[in-house]
């Protein structure tokens, strides 16, 4: 895989508490000159990314519920109302783990949806990110179902904030859930080539990372080339 193939699938992120608006210029000329698939920003600095990256190919992307994704559906469409009306237009939104673990799987479905419809109603991206890390086996397949059925466009592993990020054995299992119009992002704790390969090679379509500009790299040694996890 070439280096433009791979940075052709990375959403360039920072979504650190104490991230600054220098930090976000610097991510947004990055992707321009690396011509990532977009910026992954907090929601406070969508129009900032939205007018450094004005002309490019580059999306804005910002997160919902995040990252613990147990908002009301009303307070998430109300975040990504305004997301969409400053300028992004890839949304990356925390499931409700905790009505999934209840049993609820209506409302998650229902939150889902409600998210989904308004992306699509402004030609809009939904990712929905499931956070693996606190997920059984069989929780991260009725996860598989009730994003692909509500409409989503995406499914996502991790926010980055959990124990741990994606493992090329969350996106196998995905994968073979998942139908095939519904892709998948990976993300949380990608830092060198060959974890970025190996998860695409897994089924990743997109991948979420902090070290973007790391990622395009080729490892050096043996030893490097065999990594298979991603966190």
Do not use: W
């Not at 499931?95 to 609820?104: D, F, R």
């Not at 196998?172 to 830092?191: C, F, H, T």
């Amino acid at each position: 895989m070439t280096s433009d193939q791979l940075a052709a699938r990375i959403d360039h992120t920072l979504l650190k508490q104490d991230c600054t608006h220098e930090q976000i210029q610097t991510l947004c000329a990055e992707a321009r000159e690396h011509g990532f698939a977009s910026v992954c920003v907090p929601p406070y600095f969508v129009p900032v990314a939205a007018e450094a990256l004005l002309g490019s190919s580059v999306a804005v992307c910002t997160v919902i519920g995040f990252p613990l994704g147990y908002s009301t559906t009303a307070i998430k469409v109300a975040e990504a109302t305004e997301a969409l009306a400053m300028g992004a237009i890839e949304l990356d939104m925390v499931m409700n783990v905790a009505a999934l673990k209840s049993g609820a799987e209506a409302a998650v479905q229902h939150d889902i949806r409600a998210l989904a419809e308004l992306c699509h109603g402004h030609q809009a991206i939904l990712k929905v990110i499931i956070e693996t890390a606190v997920l059984s086996d069989e929780e991260i397949r009725r996860a598989c179902d009730l994003c692909a059925t509500a409409g989503a466009d995406f499914v996502k592993t991790s926010t980055g904030f959990a124990s741990r990020g994606a493992s090329v054995e969350d996106v196998r299992l995905m994968r073979d859930q998942l139908p095939s119009n519904i892709r998948i992002k990976a993300a949380g704790g990608i830092r060198t080539h060959a974890q970025a390969v190996a998860l695409v090679l897994a089924g990743a379509d997109r991948l979420g990372a902090s070290a973007g500009v790391a990622l395009l790299t080729p490892p050096q040694d043996d030893d490097s080339a065999h990594e298979t996890s991603a966190y």
